[in-house]
């Protein structure tokens, strides 16, 4: 580090040091007066000299997957950003349009365009175009920005063109694009059942990153040590796995933390399980809805099934007492749309507050930023280089969280077509031709609900005069004609709601079981870290010296493969770094 320059100077240097008015933490007030036969006499102010050489980059993407260089995508090229002085700038690519560019300052954006991207080895970022906020330049930008003086600014991901983080635990989420996901199907290879499993993948949702960095004031601390020391934040990692995945340094020293500025945020962190065992589930609830649509139209009308079942009723009851002539029956019943009713049950998405199922789309979702995270920031605001632990005793208590749901969700469907069946008026006119001694003609109504009918409290009522052995016959008639009535009404109706849910049951149960072992088998095949901050020391190169580089990465993601512990992705969405940030200590100033 700088600090072995205060011993060349120390010795032969004459210093002015700031009156006692004085602040280092400003750009404009700290100045350095060297003498030295090797190196010359200098002096420079910080925020007015401009003899430095100051670096920043952003690269939203880097790593490998699938054995896929991402460095080596052309579509995925980050940003490096390069001031000499005022004498010029070098910028790649070179292509990058300018935000803006003075003689001091060159400030850079080289935005990804995701819907040219597309699916790269696996992972797709085309979510990542749509429901941007205002301010930001894309959820894929990139921009750095040197200065003459000696700083640096560098920002990636869903960014402004002057670095700042859009995204925060806070960001209303209709102001976040779609997620980008990662395929995990080839690490959960041989353990996810691909019969009911159909795919699985960790989707991230918009991600930021800055760094900035104060060169000349972090060179004044190096040699001068005028910053107070305040501790760095121990990282937390866990060595087996990120050993073979790869791992960051530790955050900066005491001094650089005062100088260095790093920010980062994580819109989400979700688990996708795709399985068509939950498309399973409300296409079930459909074929149920159809089929008491059927059964209800088949129950009506004059030669529906009930009226033909209670004409057999009258026949089989007065025949051999009674010389029946014509008999006649008539059935109606209320309308009911049930398939309007369950429509929202069966596009809804369930969620206990970690787990979610999207009903329409077939996908189980486990939030990870909420459930391993913080419970209110999620990813946000943790230390630097801090590893998201996938606790298995957790992730085994999703399966009984989801079990739960599910259950919930069918109770539900049940209640709402009972409900429905429930309020439909069932109305049987029955008209009956008898001859005893004169003809005589019987009528017999009944007007009820469906839940009276099933509760027993629905009867038959005779119309007209009905006297002596016709009234006799009649009244041992009326339970027969009333217990015809409910069984139908319960075997065609209400039994078909209860075989729904009996379906919804066993589908759910087959669902947990092949959810389990996916997440069983997380811990040991993925590495997640957020906030990775790596640095390289400064440097001292005869008369030139050399402040460190310092990088931020949102999130960090480390996959291997099932039993191979080969590393299948590494991924860093993201990134920004500023420095090394160079000055001429010989160089002559004004």
């Known amino acids: 580090m700088l600090v072995a320059i205060l011993a060349v100077i120390g010795a032969t240097a004459a210093v002015t040091v700031p009156g006692p008015t004085s602040s ?83 400030a850079y954006g080289n935005p990804l365009d995701v819907g040219v991207l597309g699916s790269v080895a696996g992972l797709d970022l085309t979510g990542l175009g749509t429901g941007l906020p205002g301010g930001s330049a894309g959820a894929v930008n990139q921009v750095a920005t040197s200065i003459a003086t000696g700083r640096s600014v560098a920002a990636s991901g869903l960014v402004s063109d002057s670095g700042g983080v859009l995204v925060t635990d806070t960001t209303p989420t209709e102001a976040l694009p779609e997620p980008a996901a990662l395929d995990l199907g080839q690490a959960l290879a041989g353990v996810a059942d691909p019969q009911n499993i159909s795919d699985v993948g960790l989707e991230v949702g918009a991600v930021g990153s800055s760094a900035q960095l104060d060169g000349c004031d972090l060179l004044e601390d190096e040699v001068w040590g005028t910053a107070g020391s305040v501790a760095a934040d121990a990282p937390s990692v866990r060595p087996a796995l990120l050993a073979a995945t790869g791992t960051a340094t530790d955050a900066a020293d005491g001094r650089e933390s005062q100088r260095v500025t790093r920010d980062y945020g994580i819109a989400s962190l979700d688990l996708r399980i795709d399985s068509p065992l939950v498309r399973s589930l409300t296409s079930s609830v459909d074929t149920t809805v159809r089929t008491l649509d059927s059964n209800l139209a088949a129950l009506a009308g004059s030669e529906g099934v009930l009226a033909r079942l209670l004409r057999g009723n009258v026949v089989d009851g007065l025949v051999g007492a009674l010389q029946v002539g014509s008999v006649t029956a008539d059935v109606s019943l209320s309308r009911v749309d049930l398939a309007s009713a369950v429509a929202p049950l069966t596009r809804q998405v369930l969620s206990d507050g970690a787990v979610m199922v999207d009903l329409a789309s077939g996908d189980v979702h486990v939030d990870l930023a909420h459930l391993l995270g913080d419970e209110d920031r999620g990813l946000n605001g943790l230390p630097p280089n801090t590893e998201i632990v996938l606790d298995p005793v957790l992730l085994q208590e999703i399966g009984t969280r989801l079990a739960a749901m599910l259950a919930t969700w069918g109770q539900a469907v049940d209640r709402v077509l009972v409900g429905l069946l429930d309020g439909v008026r069932l109305h049987v006119g029955l008209r009956v031709e008898v001859r005893l001694l004169v003809p005589i003609t019987i009528g017999l109504v009944l007007d009820a609900s469906l839940a009276d009918v099933l509760a027993g409290r629905a009867q038959f009522e005779p119309t007209g005069l009905v006297t002596g052995l016709v009234s006799t016959l009649v009244n041992a008639l009326l339970p027969v004609l009333l217990g015809t009535v409910t069984t139908t009404v319960r075997d065609s109706l209400y039994a078909v709601v209860g075989n729904l849910g009996t379906s919804l049951t066993s589908t759910s149960g087959a669902l947990v079981a092949a959810v389990t072992p996916v997440l069983r088998a997380l811990p040991a095949l993925l590495s997640v870290q957020v906030n990775v901050q790596r640095d390289v020391p400064g440097s001292r190169d005869g008369r030139y010296a050399r402040t460190g580089s310092y990088s931020v990465a949102a999130i960090r993601i480390g996959v291997l493969g099932a039993g191979s512990g080969t590393p299948l992705a590494q991924v860093e969405l993201a990134s920004s770094t500023v420095g090394p940030n160079l000055v001429d200590l010989g160089a002559p100033r004004s």
């Open 24 to 106: 280092t933490a400003t750009w404009q007030d700290a100045e350095w007066v060297h003498g030295d036969g090797a190196i010359g006499t200098s002096s420079f102010s910080c925020g007015e000299d401009v003899g430095y050489t100051a670096n920043s980059s952003s690269r939203f993407l880097a790593g490998s997957v699938a054995g896929q260089d991402l460095g080596a995508v052309a579509d995925l090229r980050g940003l490096d950003v390069t001031k000499t002085g005022t004498q010029g700038v070098a910028v790649s690519p070179a292509t990058a349009p300018e935000i803006t560019r003075t003689e001091t300052t060159a």
